[in-house]
């Protein structure tokens, strides 16, 4: 099977534009999130997807950071605009189980690598 | 608050040796897991081993194994036979009980030499 894809793979833009990354999860697959890593530092989560439904978006920074889910396949992660803390790279993952993490690992995509100047 | 902290950012072995990656955590729950994560160079980020705290044996899966202890709340990962492909970003985890996050480790770089 497929697995998780994310696009693109690295990005560069100025400060105050907008950039959007894509993921899609492995099919099938009603899990959907999204984790950070700025440089240096942990991997945060910023929200989970169930189907196309925000099941929890705590980790969201503010409101520059706009996620969807559309039709319950495919997300979206929308920063706009951009600023230099922004700058690290975006992982999204993907999981068929609702539940405990625990039971069911997740399959995470290669990461964009998001750069802002 | 759950935390996960890995206290060697960078490691170094040599190929066929054998290294120690070290994790501690803080939590206070009693029945929960533990993973350890390898990402390589722009490649995906793919499960190693997962532990079961409720299991006192130690996860072991080929040549990596963990030392797993609970009361200490350490959970390192020992990678035997170093192979050149080994070399990657590593990322100790604690799934939350509650809330499907995963809490991450800010990584450990591991070098494998020839």
């Known amino acids: 099977e497929a697995g998780v894809t994310q696009f693109p793979s690295h990005s560069v833009i100025e400060k105050g534009q907008t950039v959007t990354l894509r993921c899609d999860p492995i099919?099938?697959?009603?899990?959907l999130y999204w984790y950070r890593r700025v440089m240096g530092k942990e991997i945060k989560f910023l929200l989970h997807?169930?189907?196309?439904?925000?099941?929890?978006e705590s980790g969201m920074p503010n409101n520059r950071f706009l996620a969807e889910r559309t039709g319950g396949t495919y997300s979206t992660l929308k920063v706009q605009p951009a600023e230099l803390e922004d700058s690290g790279v975006y992982f999204c993952a993907s999981s068929p189980f609702q539940g405990r993490l625990g039971n069911s690992p997740l399959h995470f995509g290669n990461g964009t690598r998001l750069t802002v100047t | 608050a759950q935390t996960v902290t890995q206290s060697q950012p960078e490691m170094s072995v040599q190929e066929a040796e054998t290294v120690t990656l070290s994790c501690t955590y803080d939590t206070s729950e009693s029945d929960y897991y533990l993973f350890w994560y390898k990402q390589p160079p722009s490649r995906q980020m793919i499960l190693v081993i997962r532990?079961?705290?409720?299991?006192?044996q130690n996860a072991t899966e080929n040549r990596f194994s963990v030392n797993f202890q609970k009361a200490a709340k350490s959970f390192s990962l020992k990678i035997s036979d170093s192979q050149l492909g080994d070399a990657a970003m590593y990322f100790c985890?604690?799934?939350?009980?509650?809330?499907?996050?995963?809490?991450f480790g800010a990584g450990t770089i591991l070098r494998v030499k020839s």
């Open positions: 985890a604690y799934p939350l009980q509650y809330g499907n996050k995963l809490v």
């Open positions: 532990q079961e705290a409720y299991k006192q």
């Open positions: 099919s099938g697959h009603d899990n």
């Open positions: 997807f169930v189907k196309e439904s925000k099941q929890d």
